[in-house]
């Protein structure tokens, strides 16, 4: 492969967080030269970090007391006031403050999980509208409400029953109502707190409070830089940084903010497997060990690929039994290198919903969903032509005979795309301009592994760490990572450690999982008809 060496501008390297890069490019007002007194010089003072659904509930289900920005780039008003979210987070000594958007895309309505469940596909009665394409997953909005943010009511305009709440379909079947959050949404979390902050006092000293304060952020950026309280900006919102500072970043108490990073989202999320699907006997991380993986979300994603330089990702998730098996040796590999490896979850929903929450598989969120299909052209077909796909043939009943599984999207223009989808993990080298040096075509995948069948279950033969599975699946993360140096020019380390070891007699210990049940009713006549 050849590279124009000269307009690289990014890398994995462990001093380069990627994720910083995104929002401090991505977010106006965030850069100094656009907000003179809130912004920043580069994005190495951003402290707003994007999280994925997954990584969210860890941290909501984490001790300690955390600060949570709903929004995203193709919000106005996200992108009005994140400068100075960022710089009064700075101010009192907070180093991270989470970002989750519930557009999956970081744009487009269509993928909105945030919506209420008349805008589903599957919705057929009278006054229907245009159906939104990821509506029929607003579980994950509703179950986030409904088991993290219990008292979220005390704090939004779209109360339940104001006519702006939102409904969902449960593990159940049946349609649940919880408030509906405008972004901007900041609040201030602690799933353990039990002093209502809400001025209402309707509580008692034995419930919980997990949000211990909150604003929707209803300001317009005016073109001299300042909040106003209307679109016209045509009234000043003289108090809105007084509001940040009392209402968010002065609840945060004595004990200050809890850390609660990637590496330990990793170490949580692929310590064990909850619903036992692949009956684990090891865990991927020790508590403590250096862990250079860190998630992204698609958009993220998209952004990352588009970069100049050279980049090393894992498509992977922690529900995934060949993920468990081979995150480790990538870790290694990361750690030897000084570099950091961006995990991409395809099942944007990552565990929780089937693993915590017993939700039927059907309802798993990937980029094979109608609304997201696009995506698997987008990150195959047009930042990765010619990527090795690496696949297993699988079961299809339909034609008798196992053959892989292909996403089809169709374009604007009409034309159809069939993309072949990976086996995960799925570990790559990329660099926008890299070049095929037998036919000059774009290349810009470097070099690739995948050994799907290893688990980390020490009693059977596809244990990762058998050592005939062990020295190919080794084999394989060195020479991506070999390309990616090579790349760059620098030289490839081999690991020193050796985590190969013997199979061991015995049967693996199955964990006994959860049976969804289902009730049939009529939700919209229990509704009322549509609002």
């Not at 029953?161 to 969902?168: E, K, N």
């Not at 940040?244 to 989202?265: C, M, N, Q, R, W």
């Not at 939700?359 to 969903?369: A, D, F, G, I, V």
């Amino acid at each position: 492969m050849s590279i124009k060496r000269e307009e690289q501008v990014f890398s994995s390297s462990i001093d380069t967080d990627l994720a910083k890069e995104y929002v401090y490019h991505n977010f106006k007002y965030l850069p100094v030269e656009n907000s003179p007194v809130y912004g920043v010089k580069d994005a190495s003072e951003v402290v707003i970090t994007p999280l994925y659904f997954d990584e969210l509930c860890y941290l909501l289900s984490a001790e300690g007391t955390h600060v949570v920005l709903f929004g995203g780039t193709w919000s106005l008003k996200t992108q009005g006031v994140i400068d100075r979210i960022n710089y009064f987070a700075r101010k009192y000594g907070v180093d991270t403050v989470y970002l989750y958007d519930f557009r999956a895309d970081g744009s487009t309505e269509d993928t909105n999980f945030k919506v209420d469940i008349t805008a589903q596909d599957s919705y057929d009665g009278p006054g229907k509208e245009k159906s939104i394409g990821c509506a029929n997953c607003n579980y994950i909005y509703g179950e986030l409400v409904t088991r993290h943010l219990t008292n979220l009511n005390d704090w939004v305009a779209g109360k339940v029953g104001s006519g702006d709440d939102i409904t969902y379909l449960n593990l159940y079947q049946d349609a649940v109502t919880v408030p509906n959050v405008h972004e901007p949404f900041l609040f201030v979390f602690n799933k353990d707190n039990r002093v209502d902050n809400s001025g209402l006092a309707h509580g008692r000293e034995d419930e919980y409070y997990p949000i211990v304060s909150a604003l929707e952020l209803d300001g317009f950026r005016g073109k001299d830089g300042q909040i106003y309280r209307d679109e016209a900006c045509s009234v000043l919102d003289a108090g809105f940084d007084e509001r940040l500072e009392t209402v968010i970043f002065g609840k945060i108490g004595d004990g200050g903010i809890s850390p609660y990073t990637h590496a330990d989202y990793m170490y949580d999320a692929f310590k064990r497997n909850e619903r036992g699907h692949a009956f684990k006997t090891e865990d991927c991380f020790q508590k403590g060990e250096q862990i250079n993986i860190q998630p992204v979300t698609l958009a993220e994603l998209l952004w990352i690929l588009d970069q100049k330089g050279s980049f090393l990702v894992v498509i992977a998730g922690a529900w995934c039994a060949n993920s468990q098996g081979g995150i480790t040796t990538i870790n290694d590999y990361a750690v030897a290198n000084h570099t950091r490896v961006y995990l991409f979850d395809t099942r944007l929903d990552g565990k929780h919903p089937i693993d915590f929450w017993k939700y039927p598989r059907l309802n798993e969120l990937k980029l094979s969903h109608p609304a997201l299909e696009k995506y698997s052209f987008e990150i195959w077909e047009k930042r990765l032509p010619g990527a090795p796909m690496l696949l297993r043939a699988r079961a299809n009943t339909s034609f008798g005979k196992r053959r892989p599984l292909t996403i089809e999207h169709t374009d604007e223009s009409g034309v159809k795309h069939v993309v072949l989808p990976v086996d995960l993990p799925y570990l790559f080298a990329c660099n926008q301009d890299a070049i095929s040096e037998r036919d000059q075509s774009r290349a810009p995948v470097l070099a690739a592994c995948n050994h799907g069948g290893i688990e980390l279950i020490n009693c059977l033969k596809s244990f990762v760490y058998y050592k005939p599975n062990y020295r190919l699946y080794t084999a394989g993360v060195y020479a991506v990572f070999s390309a990616y140096c090579d790349s760059l020019g620098i030289p490839v380390n081999d690991i020193s450690i050796d985590r190969s070891a013997p199979i061991v007699q015995g049967e693996p210990v199955r964990h006994i999982e959860t049976v969804a049940y289902h009730k049939e009713h009529d939700w919209y006549k229990e509704r009322g008809g549509l609002k």
